[in-house]
């Protein structure tokens, strides 16, 4: 089997840019020499998630994860080292000659993630050569969408047809049952078929822009459902996507306003009318854990749903999980029987931002459609409104609900003020505990010897020349000590982000993350790790001294002379190699 030869690792290691890659997920933002943002491995309101573009790597400060871009790319997207390496390369258009193809050693969520992929280029194409009188042509045409549009969002096309997509897998040898486990199959009583048929395809990506799943629309009034969602697999979670939001990634950091829409039409429609930061839901209710995704690359959220029954279900449902993950959150009020979609068509662009700007408080949604009629109705809606602003963390956005909240329901003043005092009003942050307690002297020692060793070669080597990895005594500090010195001797650059690729534990690289991101740099370095090289020699010398005397003592009691002067020189002997060092120590 063959593997990605070190240095083209390296190579692509060393052209990607870790803030770039970082930033399809988090928003970062400038803050010294570093960048920081909303930690994507936790649930955090206040950004604790730093990336050091000078080392490459990123740290976490809540929960302790860190890593190189490569990790990075593991634990967020869930892929193998290869897979990451290999997204980069992509990235950057670095070919990795096919002789390096790990076929056999892929995991499932890597077949699966080729299949979708295969899939979703079969369906565009599909798409892309159906002739102007087609049936789903005609669908496009009538709804509007562009060929731009078309492009962009990787739309298909599903013949008429029960093996069109089998086939075509069949023939590039790609087996069913993987088509049946990404949701693109199904298996009867008698034959595997395809899942979707006459139907434009909507594939669902990640952030990252890798197809995930797909939607399907029927093309004919007759058929259905209107709406078929590919069925969930290892790589396609529904509650962690949202329709459309790798699109709108850029208009999103640019304007930090996110519109919220129900359905992938409503988007395509919003898209089409040059209106770019939108996303929807497919299908599903909005999660907390969408609701967080949003919040890493926006401020403001608008929910934007149909008027019916269902529109103001959804919305009052979505409302929490966008308010508690921070996100400033507004309604707008469509009129009555259009869906985002028409509006936008019969009245612009322009006239739909109008529509955005005027939306509605939370107070004002919940007083429009709530009935107030009986009490107990009343005491529902001002418990939620309550609760929901209990729940911001935010205190501007806080008082700012409060206000309104007292304003649209005037019985409310009062009661939320001594409300909001009482215990508890305030969630703050859980920050995870630090990896490690407080280290005493000699850890801190030790610490600080390896910072510098993984600040540059020069000092690894200083280290490597006077100690080994066992005068270390704390086992994370040793095993980082071990793998610096594996890497000055082996083909691969020093560099802290290439260390992180040979580790196994993970522990490791959080610490190493954390002791460069907590590194003062600073000046002397290169005196600062002698000076700690030598109180570790010295403590390791005074270690054994005692050592020694112990059994000296119990020597003398036996009265075992020969033993007792070998002990006795070997004392004396590193009695006079402390003294060196000491003299060394003092530049003597
Ligand atoms: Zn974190």
Redesign the pocket.
């Known amino acids: 089997m063959a593997r990605i030869p070190e240095e083209l690792i390296d190579s692509i290691r060393s052209q990607a840019d870790i803030v770039d890659v970082v930033s399809d997920y988090v928003t970062l933002r400038k803050a010294g020499k570093n960048y920081k943002g909303l930690?994507?491995?936790?649930d955090?309101k206040t950004p604790?998630?730093s990336v050091n573009p000078e080392r490459q790597i990123y740290h976490?400060?809540?929960?302790?994860?860190g890593g190189n871009v490569f990790s990075f790319l593991m634990e967020h997207e869930n892929v193998t080292f290869v897979e990451a390496v290999r997204h980069i390369a992509r990235r950057l258009n670095i070919t990795i000659p096919d002789t390096y193809r790990q076929r056999e050693a892929g995991s499932e969520a890597e077949s699966l993630a080729q299949v979708t992929r295969f899939a979703a280029r079969f369906f565009h194409e599909r798409l892309l050569n159906a002739g102007r009188d087609s049936i789903v042509r005609r669908y496009t045409e009538r709804r509007g969408l562009s060929e731009e549009t078309v492009k962009s969002f990787g739309l298909g096309y599903a013949p008429d047809s029960w093996n069109d997509l089998l086939n075509a897998a069949r023939n590039q040898g790609i087996d069913a049952a993987l088509l049946v486990k990404a949701g693109l199959a199904k298996t009867g009583e008698q034959r595997t078929y395809d899942a979707f048929r006459k139907r434009l395809i909507f594939p669902i990506q990640a952030p990252s822009g890798r197809v995930v799943g797909f939607g399907g629309r029927a093309l004919s009034d007759e058929d259905q459902p209107k709406y078929l969602n590919s069925s969930e697999s290892p790589i396609y979670r529904k509650s962690q996507v949202l329709y459309g939001l790798y699109q709108a990634r850029d208009a999103l950091r640019q304007r930090g306003r996110v519109l919220v829409v129900e359905g992938y039409m409503d988007l395509l429609g919003l898209y089409e009318q040059g209106i770019h930061g939108a996303v929807a839901l497919c299908g599903t209710a909005l999660t907390r854990e969408q609701a967080r995704l949003l919040a890493r690359y926006g401020q403001q959220a608008f929910l934007v749903y149909d008027s019916d029954q269902a529109g103001v279900r959804a919305t009052w449902r979505a409302i929490e999980p966008l308010v508690e993950s921070g996100l400033w959150t507004r309604i707008v009020r469509l009129p009555e029987d259009y869906d985002p979609d028409s509006y936008v068509r019969e009245h612009g662009p322009d006239g739909f931002m109008k529509l955005v700007d005027s939306a509605d408080s939370i107070a004002d949604f919940m007083g429009h459609h709530a009935n107030l009629q009986g009490s107990g109705d009343r005491e529902e809606v001002f418990r939620t409104l309550t609760e929901l602003i209990r729940k911001t963390t935010n205190l501007v956005h806080r008082e700012t609900y409060r206000e309104e909240a007292e304003r649209r329901f005037p019985a409310l003043q009062g009661l939320l003020a001594s409300e909001l005092r009482s215990p508890g009003a305030v969630q703050r942050d859980r920050r995870?505990p630090r990896a490690e307690g407080a280290p005493d002297g000699d850890a801190m020692v030790e610490r600080d010897l390896v910072q510098l060793m993984l600040d540059g070669r020069a000092i690894a080597e200083l280290v490597e020349n006077q100690l080994e990895p066992r005068d270390f005594k704390h086992p994370l500090y040793r095993r980082i000590v071990e793998l610096c010195f594996a890497r000055l001797g082996g083909e691969g650059t020093y560099d802290l982000s290439g260390l992180i690729d040979t580790i196994g534990d993970d522990e490791a690289a959080r610490m190493m993350t954390e002791l460069i991101n907590a590194s003062d740099s600073g000046v002397n370095l290169e005196q600062r790790a002698r000076d700690h090289i030598i109180r570790i020699k010295q403590k390791r010398l005074k270690e054994s001294m005692a050592r020694l005397m112990e059994q000296i003592k119990q020597m003398e009691k036996g009265g075992r002379s020969d033993e007792l002067n070998d002990a006795m020189a070997t004392y004396m002997e590193l009695k006079q190699q402390e003294k060196v060092l000491l003299q060394s120590a003092r530049g003597d």
């Open positions: 930690c994507p491995f936790h955090e604790s998630f976490c400060f809540g929960c302790g994860k995870a």
